[in-house]
């Protein structure tokens, strides 16, 4: 396309399918090395070859569990090991799972937690530590719309990206000085596996989110990721600290 990330290191996380893998095919597509990293080890390293294959770039798939820092760091010292630096980090991982708060069990709030937030905290520490030794990078989290409106059965997930997009900038102040921009992008109802599992499962119910957005059309895996391409390069130099919402206008009409 455009080498927009031409001969950057990238690392992806949930990055077997979905707005991850979409991340990752358009980095390489735009000249990156792309490291894939999701919890479904199988998986990730099949987008990985599938990715290599229609790009032509280098692309490694391994397994990390967003929420384990033995993981991360096993990850991040691969990624050092293999291509010396970490140029461009965009951290997808994440789950939903709906519930009333008065139905949700503890285990289940914890796991959205730890998975959402604390993930995202532990990925950003340990590339961070390599992006300012290296005085510069772009960090992308996928947040949610759900992080800037509440949604009924969402108030675990609702929560993290909340304080996901409240992390982000205090990211991008403490590491702004390193020549690092952290930045999220806040996706609208995208067709997912993830979405397709907890609320758009019927023909009408896609209707019904369609009429919601000023676009009128679901947002595709494609639509995000180039978004993020847009953060996590030059273009976006002068960007920190901000939740960008990519909707289709969902976020207006609601
Ligand atoms: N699809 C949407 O409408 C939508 C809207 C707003 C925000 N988001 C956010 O976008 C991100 C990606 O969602 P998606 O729709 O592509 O979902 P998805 O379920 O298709 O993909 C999520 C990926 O994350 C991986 N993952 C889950 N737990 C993990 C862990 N512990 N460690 C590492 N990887 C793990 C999964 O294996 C999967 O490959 C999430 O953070 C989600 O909250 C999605």
């Known amino acids: 396309m455009y080498g927009l990330v031409k001969d950057k290191i990238t690392l992806v996380t949930g990055a077997a399918q979905g707005i991850g893998k979409a991340v990752a095919m358009i980095y390489a597509e735009n000249g990156a090395t792309v490291v894939l990293c999701d919890l479904n080890e199988e998986k ?17 798939g391994m397994k990390m569990d967003i929420s384990s820092s033995k993981d991360i760091d096993a990850a991040v010292s691969e990624t050092l090991k293999e291509f010396d630096r970490i140029d461009v980090l965009c951290n997808s991982a994440g789950i939903l799972m709906h519930s009333l708060v008065v139905d949700m069990q503890e285990d289940q709030w914890d796991k959205i937690f730890e998975i959402n937030m604390k993930g995202a905290f532990l990925i950003t520490k340990a590339v961070a530590k390599v992006m300012i030794k290296q005085k510069s ?28 997009n409240g992390f982000v900038k205090v990211c991008a102040l403490e590491l702004g000085e390193y020549g690092i921009n952290v930045n999220a992008v806040c996706p609208g109802a995208t067709d997912t596996e993830m979405v397709r599992k907890n609320f758009i499962t019927s023909r009408e119910i896609e209707q019904e989110w369609i009429n919601k957005t000023a676009l009128k059309k679901l947002g595709t895996v494609e639509d995000q990721a180039k978004a993020v391409l847009f953060l996590s390069s030059t273009l976006a130099d002068h960007i920190t600290g901000e939740a960008i919402i990519v909707s289709a206008g969902e976020m207006m009409t609601q």
């Open 44 to 60: 990730v390293k099949e987008a990985a070859r599938e990715i290599t294959t229609q790009s032509g770039q280098k692309c490694i």
């Open 137 to 164: 990078g772009k960090i992308v989290h996928i947040s949610s719309c759900s992080g800037k409106k509440p949604t009924r059965e969402e108030a675990a997930y609702c929560s993290t990206k909340s304080a996901l």
